[in-house]
């Protein structure tokens, strides 16, 4: 993918700030620090367009942004940090299902999971209640750089099993050496279906 254009949109909380709908939608989830922002502005060949996270434990926002005029991509803020506070948390939960659950352009969610972890109850969730709403999405294993070669297929094995998916759906993927960034490109572009 040619990335002429990326630029910020707006930032939302509730629907009614939600930018409008007519380009098609996809929205990248995961744990905080998976590596989300990382892996955005690389498939993008931005450095900075998103922030790396500072306080996972504060309220977050849904952050928009538009590329080569055509797409929108929504950044998730990450969940499962363990210290946030459980007001933060049910406000999150209801932020996310709102957004996914209403959001008429949305074509699918890239969910992210870092390969050195065992996938977590709520990446489970996540997974379950996607399917429940019959959403689209595609599992991206991030800092691949993290681990060997044979560490890499071991690991994308057990995280497989764990969350029933087919190994060959599992994308291998690095902010540090860009590997995977054609894979990721093409799942998205399917996805997305332009
Ligand atoms: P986010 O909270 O999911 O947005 O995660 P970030 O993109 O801010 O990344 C969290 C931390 O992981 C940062 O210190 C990144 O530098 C690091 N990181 C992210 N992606 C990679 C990667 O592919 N390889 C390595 N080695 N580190 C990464």
């Given at each position: 993918m040619i990335i002429k254009s990326a630029e910020f949109i707006t930032s939302a909380v509730k629907p009614s700030q939600?930018?409008?709908?007519a380009l098609p939608e996809l929205a990248f989830a995961g744990r905080?620090?998976?590596g989300k922002s990382s892996l955005i502005n690389a498939i993008l060949n931005r450095r900075h367009l998103v922030k790396t996270?500072?306080?996972?434990g504060r309220t977050q926002l849904l952050n928009f942004f538009l590329i080569n005029d055509e797409m929108v991509f929504v950044d998730i803020p990450g969940y499962?940090?363990?210290?946030?506070p459980v007001s933060v948390r049910k406000e999150w939960g209801f932020m996310i299902e709102t957004y996914l659950s209403t959001r008429s352009n949305l074509k699918g969610v890239v969910l992210l999971m870092d390969i050195r972890r065992i996938p977590g109850p709520e990446d489970i969730s996540v997974t379950d209640w996607l399917n429940y709403h019959k959403i689209p999405f595609i599992r991206i294993l991030t800092?691949?750089?993290?681990?060997?070669k044979a560490q890499q297929i071991k690991q994308k094995g057990i995280i497989a099993k764990t969350v029933l998916?087919?190994?060959?759906d599992l994308i291998l993927f690095s902010a540090?050496?860009?590997?995977g960034k054609k894979a990721v490109w093409d799942a998205i572009v399917k996805l997305i279906g332009c």
């Open positions: 939600y930018p409008d709908e905080s620090n998976v996270s500072t306080t996972p499962g940090y363990a210290r946030a800092k691949a750089d993290k681990l060997s998916a087919e190994t060959d540090k050496t860009k590997v």
